[in-house]
């Protein structure tokens, strides 16, 4: 504060509560001892950090960028007295840094040419928050007259990788969806990948810090104890290194035939590797190699985590124009059904349907199962968010091979099924849902290590007294209990 | 022709019994004397004394389920990998179902790390080694020895499939005989119907392999344990520690055990079956390299079963001079006996050849209708095989024992078996060194 009270070099400046007035400009001065309200800036031309240190600098700087409204997200941002070393993040998210307050007067065209694109912006506000947050990005690449995001490795991020525009609107545990909004953003071609790298993210919490180790495929512990196995030319024998080590001078020595081994390739070599267990003794060459989230403590196969790639991204001409003409909410797809289903409510009306049809001719027949897949969280546990949708896509797959597609089937959540079957008796459905549970069971068992998929189901039929939901709900209750 | 054929009844009408019996001597005394008659008189006495052991046998299943023993079961091989799943299902339908499986790959070339590890990953193999570089089959054999947790360890061959109770039939003989250190399985041919050479070797299984081990395993005289199925106690297998290298190896290690004191058993019911070289080049590959073992092994590895020390053991020194006497010495006689009948009956060749040749097809055919009275399992009603008996005579008589004089020879002058490509070099060479 000091020195900006000092600031009396140029006449077009003045300072007055925390306010530069250069011109017509008004600059928002924070100094690191008093608290920062980013709302405070929203009437300025620009802000002025004299932050305390880099971590300092950051937090502010978020604050701002986080922020929901334009007037304070947009606004120009400059450092000063800023001394620590160059920060990439710091500098994505600042639009300068001063060493003086002198060098204002060297701002104000920039800070001009930011108002001015700002300006220009789409106001129209979005209900969707991939678009809202996609708008804000597109918003603020387009004031700096930047064209490309590119991620900064930080070990600060959540996902080891910080998109700073993009990042600053999510807090840390949520970092991953920084992700899922690029994806969207590409998917619906505003910007264009550039490969850069690929991470590997908890399946549970999105969380890139994750420790790698190997471990027994028996009791899953990293106590491992590897060794080369060594073969004896001249008797055959062939057993791990230790067992050809003498314990005094550590020569090698054959434990069958007692004759030293001095030449490798010649008396005898090591043709492969092996590994035991200090925990339980097991002996493998193949280990596991798991992923324990430091995070959340999920330990899961390597092969269960998310591959993300990081690219560059690049903005597309649609991205630029997306700036000035806003973005179209018909340009949203979201895909949470699971193909080959209905939605549970659209079920519904299918069977109050059928219902009526059954009303009009008493002769028709129609059944419902209610299945109950009751330890199939286990699987979704260790596959992850993404391979839980394609696990439930393959059960329907499974379950609609012996029904007709006339049949309706549909997931009231990711461990109830309900399936329509119309113009069958009970002893039909009942086979028909037998015979997709052992099949469905046959492919758990063979694509997660024997897994026992334990379920139960109920087949009753279609009532015309009755409404369908609460004998659904009463089904469901039962089959719980059970 | 007519007159040819008359010519012949006459002369053997004749010619009278002491001078046929000069002509036809090596055929009397050795081969019907010892394959026929002395074995099928063995082959009744085993039958009445497996009738009279029936309380004893189920006594010995009984103890073996009570003690339901770990045991493991190996199988080293290279390029194995496309009949492992198979063999892997063939296990699972054992009715003895306490058992380790474990794959060794020596070294292999194609998919089989692929399909083991796939096995392995899901539970269908216990453990699955690979070696990237090969050291041959005992090398392998040997680190699936080492790494056995078992109280007896069964050798397969990945290319064989098994009769769900095999496993259980190879176990039992360890409880009947305290004594016993090995077992060997009745290994049977599978692709019997694939043409000729495989139909022969069929019937030469049948008759001349298993109804052998049966008689030698009975006298206490049974010198090989086929590779493709045989069991070892661990305790057994450890003072040997483990199999020397090949080729050979199969009745080297038997050997070994008979040498320490143990008693080899056969099993007959155990059944393995296998498929046999499907043409005459492959088969003659697999001859050579057997026959040569003989030398190799009985002549010279093992030639002290014949000194007189503190070690010396009846039974071990008469297995190996009834293996030395009616396969090397015997052999040898054969081509005097031709030429004693080139020089001393030049005049009669064209009527001896033809004789000889119809009474070895009658004493096959007396052998072979003989004998599977003591077969339970085969592979085909008997009147299968009887047709290409006739052809017998060639293929063991003629085919086989000329294959075996060229094995005796290169092996015996030459030491042909180090440089077999079975056994890599680098073993072999070591091997030729230390006269092993």
Redesign the interface.
Known sequence: MDKAAQYTGDKKASFQDNVFMYGECTLFYYDHDSPLNPSLIAGHDAAIINARDVQQAKLLVRRIRASNQREIYLKPVFLINYRDSFDDVLSELTDGTLLSFEQISEKINDIKEISKLAAQLDKSESKSFEVQVFKKVIDYLYTREARTLAPIPDPASFIGFTYPVVSVNFETYEEFMVLDILDWALKEDYIWPDYFDRIYLCNQCKSSHVSMRETC?SCQSSQLKPED?V?H????????IS?FKNRIDGTLSC??CSKNLRHI???Y????L?NQCLSCNE????YKVKARCLHCKNDVEVQYLLAKDINVFKLTKKGRNAAIAGISEDDIELENSVLNTVNFKTFCTIIHYERQRMKANPLLKSCFAVILLENIHEIFKNIGKNNEKALLVDIAQILRDNITPADIISFQNNTTICININDADMNTAEEAVVKGLQKLKVLVA?NF??FELKTKFRVESLRIDKQFEPQFREITKQLAEQ | MFEYVDNFFNYIYQVGPSKLLRIFWFFVFFEFARFFLFEFLVLILWRIRRIAQKDLYAEARRKLYIERPLISIIVPGKNEGKHIFKLVSSMREQTYNNFEFIVVDD?SDDDTEKIC?SL????LID??????????K??AA??AY??SRGKIIIHLDADCSYDNDAIEKILIPFYLDEQIGAVGGNVMVRNYEDNLCTTLQAIEYADTISAGRITTSYLGLYRVISGAFGAFRKDALDRV?????GPGLDGDITLKLRKLGYKIGFEPDAVCQTSVPDTYRKLTKQRLRWDKSIIRFRVRKHKDVFYPNELFNWANFISSFENITYNIVLNIKWWVYIIDMVINFTSLIGFIIPFNIILYTCSNYLKYICFSMFRDRKNESITYFLIYMPCMVFYFGYYLRVVRTIAYFSEFFFKKSYDDPWNPS??S???K??K?
């Open positions: 495929p196995l073969h030319f001249s008797c055959g024998y062939i057993g791990p067992d434990p069958k390739g010649v008396d070599d090591k043709p492969s092996i002996i493998f060459q193949d063979n290590n024997n | 070294g590890r392995e990953k899901n539970g453990l699955f080694i690979r070696n990237e570089v090969r050291g041959g005992a090398s040997n680190t080492r790494f520690v483990g199999w020397d290298i680098k073993s060479r070591h091997a060194e230390l092993i």
